[in-house]
């Protein structure tokens, strides 16, 4: 078998092993991982996770005690300790194992959920998993294609191309001569799902009816369910090569994008097998230059093949990262890698996007907020107020420059800090859209310091619009400006009638004032602390229960450290207690 050119990645887009030729894979180091067992002890892991979850909570709950910042609480120490939590997360994120890693990923792209320290590290997790031996890559294969190793391969390199936490890539031969990766799934993998994502469900659970997670009717058992679904996706190889092929028949009049050729005869559903298709990793700028490539039309090439994707078709990688593209050097042509996480937007959901899009243009922000709750991305509130003054301070702000010479990821981050703690519910397609866009500017910009996105979206933007006013996507250019006249002077002619009904409602009492009452402050004030102390007991209970259990059961240390963490709420439940008996002695 021919050796890799030294300028060339091999596909598909893992972490690389970076080992040398006849160098063993250290499979040594997947013993400190419980998890890469294929027999997993389910007490164990419930442990493992629920410890993970709880040592969570704690600290969230320190954060909002002045008392717990050395030298009183301010916005610094708030920022510091927020990213130092992010960088434990993802530390054992990536402890827990395959599922956690994939989970943390795709929290990455919710902004709208988690504060910015958070997304910003989550964004950073990788696949840093370890290798599984050549003994078990070649049971599965052969189990799932239901043949010896040498019968299906003339060769089968055992060391693996790359690893990642679902599973590992092998090069081989086929007995027809063709060079191919084949992509082995993880041993016991959806074994660990089943047992990880029941263990999930519960604690979706718990935070959907928390009182303080909970507010503002966030839909975690829906985001948990949106989760579950996307990780079962990834673990199906018979639908990542349906995928494949689909993005492979769309590309196939353009010669200036590859896509790796499924075989068919050799995929199972844990078992992938493709074209090899090797090519420079669009972020070695090195080896572009090298190959005599240019840069910036690399930078255009990626945003017009994203934006052919999202536009022409509506199917989209969902995870364009620079992993998962290279570039052919002969030709220059893009090369994609890994369908596991594809996106999809329908043409009822393209007609609504447009119909966002019109809002934008005309700076009209009750436009946009009907358009979003039609699109699902916003629950509908009694008072929907605060949130379209939201979006009229970004429109008022997006708007002071031109489209062009705006920022992609500098709208992202502006929307998602709208978006934090209010009523939304982007789902997945609108996150995979607006973290691929923050990508690939990403990657834009490392290819060409002057690359701009929004530049780059531009003509499709505009033909997007001309098609609309041509009546391909919805109403016409004059069926569009008829409405708006419409609307205006329907505004216009019913303003007195408006008027007097407003009146007339103010005389018959229908008209709701909203008062504040210090004994209904101080009512409200006491059910909150009630219930504070309720959940401050819970938790104390609890943890005291829980360090009795792993005291009898000889975990005297995990005892101990468990029996310290309940020393906060028992603290805190204290302290409330306190504070109610000040309250009653005041009134």
Known sequence: MSALSPRLDPPPAYRPLGLAPGTPPPLESEKKYRWSQENYSVSRRRLDIWGFVLALLFQLWLNGKPWSYPGGASEEKRQARRQQQAR??????????PTFIKVGQLFSTRADLFPAEYVAELSKLQDEVPAFSY?????????????????????????????????????????TGEEVVVKV?????????????????????????????????????????????????????????????????????EDWVRVPRVYWRYT??????????????????EALEAAGLERPTLAQLGAKAYLYQLLN??????????????????DGALIFYDFGMMGEITPETKDKLLDTLFGVAEKNADRIVASLVALGALKEVDDPGPIRRSIQFLLDNFMDK????????????????????????????????????????????????????????????????????????????????????AQ?????????RRLEETLDKLDRGDVRLRVRSSESDRLLRRLSFTQMTTTYTLWGCALLLAATLLFVNNYWALAGIVLLIAVGPLFALWKLLKRIERQDQMF
Request: glycine share 8%; proline share 6%; net charge neutral.
């Open 488 to 496: 205006m002077g329907g505004r216009a002619l019913t303003l007195p």
């Open 313 to 330: 078709h509506g199917f989209f990688h969902a995870d364009p990262h620079p992993g998962n593209l290279a570039v052919n050097p002969a």
């Open 268 to 285: 199972a559903p844990r078992i992938l097998t493709l074209e090899y298709l090797p090519g420079i990793k669009i972020s070695h700028y």
């Open 135 to 175: 003994e078990q890559t070649r049971r599965i294969v052969e189990q799932e294609l239901g043949k010896p190793l040498d019968k299906l391969f003339r060769s089968f390199d055992p060391l693996p191309l790359a690893a990642a936490s679902l599973g590992q890539v092998h090069r081989a031969q086929l007995h």
């Open 402 to 485: 031109p489209f062009e010479e705006q920022s992609i990821s500098k709208i992202s981050d502006d929307l998602y800090e709208i978006a934090y703690d209010q009523p939304f519910r982007f789902p997945a397609t609108f996150t995979f859209v607006m973290r691929a866009f923050s990508t690939l500017e990403g990657v834009g910009k490392g290819l060409d310091p002057e690359f701009n996105f929004m530049a780059a979206a531009q003509p499709f933007a505009l033909q997007l619009m001309n098609d609309s006013m041509n009546g391909s996507l919805g109403n016409s250019f004059i069926d569009e400006l008829g409405k708006q006249a």
């Open 88 to 97: 434990w997360i993802r530390h054992n994120l990536l402890n827990l194992g």
């Open 185 to 253: 799934q993880r041993p016991g993998l959806q074994k660990l799902f089943t047992i990880d994502l029941a263990i999930l469900k519960k604690i979706a659970q718990y935070f959907q009816n928390h009182p303080k997670w909970g507010r503002n009717g966030r839909d975690w058992v829906g985001i948990y369910e949106e989760c579950c679904r996307i990780l079962w996706q990834e673990t199906d190889y018979l639908r990542e090569g349906r995928n494949a092929d689909a993005f492979r028949r769309n590309f196939r009049q």
